[in-house]
């Protein structure tokens, strides 16, 4: 036995949910929504964490087997005082998603306030101090998910501006100044995703192309369904998509997953690969724990075919 289970192509760690608010050394409001790095021989991940107040903050939690963690009792970031930031981060920070290059590890991440949402970029060798970059997109914008390797010689990040609910790319040469945008991934009336996606963690390089672990929410009569898929995208050229999941990978069914501050999702800000080509992928149920899924890359891959 692996200590998985389930229905779908992601299987279930037998021990979820692995970080609920009972687990914390302190009282919030509630826990989601993780990045997740390799670091130190350890497993990092940097959640979100809403406070009694409603404002949001990133707090590290870490694993020497991936399984059990330990959730820091102080924040890593919080809302900046900063006159740059302290406007668009008003309500918090919050849904990192982590890309390790160039010796340290960036953040992007999401800046909240009564004015909307941006994105933001941050950077940190150790995970102790943290430096912003800036904010990178205007108002709505979310899930930013930056690439772990230039592409065409220049960084490239991938957002989701809410209007259109589509997956877009765009470029830089520095990090702070973005642009030559394309849209990479639109939802699709009909399916699984026909209302809105987003990007569910950094593109993971593999010799096919950019895996992409992506959200898709649908419309139903009893509300919105968040589930996860899979996109391939091309390694030259990633705002050409090769294939893409015409199912989901991963679709609430537990009751973690199911019930909670939001219900019926399940959302993810990163994932790792093993050396084994094992997906390890990190995901929030209901917007009120962190939980754990696996599965073979050749799963993943065959279902984008």
């Known amino acids: 036995m692996d200590g998985t289970s389930g229905r779908d192509i992601i299987r279930r760690w037998a021990g979820n949910p692995l970080i609920t608010p009972s687990d914390l050394s302190f009282q919030c409001s509630d826990i989601c929504n993780a990045g997740v790095t390799l ?40 809302r900046s005082r900063d006159e740059r930031f302290a406007e668009a981060e008003s309500y918090g920070v919050r849904d990192a998603r982590i890309t390790a290059a160039d010796g ?23 995970f ?49 100044y973005w642009g030559g945008s394309e849209v990479v991934l ?49 390694k030259e050229d990633p705002a050409r998509v090769i294939s893409r999941s015409n199912i989901p990978i991963l679709t609430p069914r ?13 959302f993810s800000c990163g994932a790792v690969l093993t050396e084994d080509r094992t997906l390890r992928l990190y995901y929030g149920g209901s917007d009120s724990c962190i939980c754990l899924g696996t599965a073979a890359l050749a799963d993943v891959l065959h279902v984008c075919i």
């Open 186 to 234: 639109t939802p699709r009336g009909g399916f699984w995703d026909a209302n809105k996606v987003g990007a569910a963690g950094p593109p993971i390089e593999i010799d096919e192309g950019w895996l992409l672990i992506y959200y898709g929410e649908k419309i139903t009569s009893c509300g919105p369904l968040y589930r996860l898929g899979a996109a391939l995208l091309d």
């Open 39 to 78: 670091f130190r021989d350890e497993c990092l991940l940097l959640v979100t964490v809403e406070a009694l107040e409603g404002v949001c903050g990133l707090y590290v939690a870490r694993s020497k087997n991936g399984h059990q963690f330990w959730v820091a009792d102080k924040p890593f970031m919080l």
């Open 128 to 176: 102790v101090s943290v430096e912003r970059i800036g904010l990178l997109s205007q108002p709505d914008t979310k899930n930013g998910a930056l690439f772990p390797a230039k592409v065409k010689g220049r960084h490239a990040i991938l957002t989701r501006p809410e209007q259109g609910a589509s997956i877009w790319i765009s470029y830089s040469d520095d990090l702070t």
């Open 254 to 266: 537990e009751h973690y997953e199911r019930i909670g501050d939001i219900g019926n999702l399940v």
């Open 104 to 126: 340290a590890y960036y953040i992007a991440y999401v800046a909240q306030s009564d004015s909307g949402f941006r994105v933001g970029l941050a950077r940190t060798e150790d």
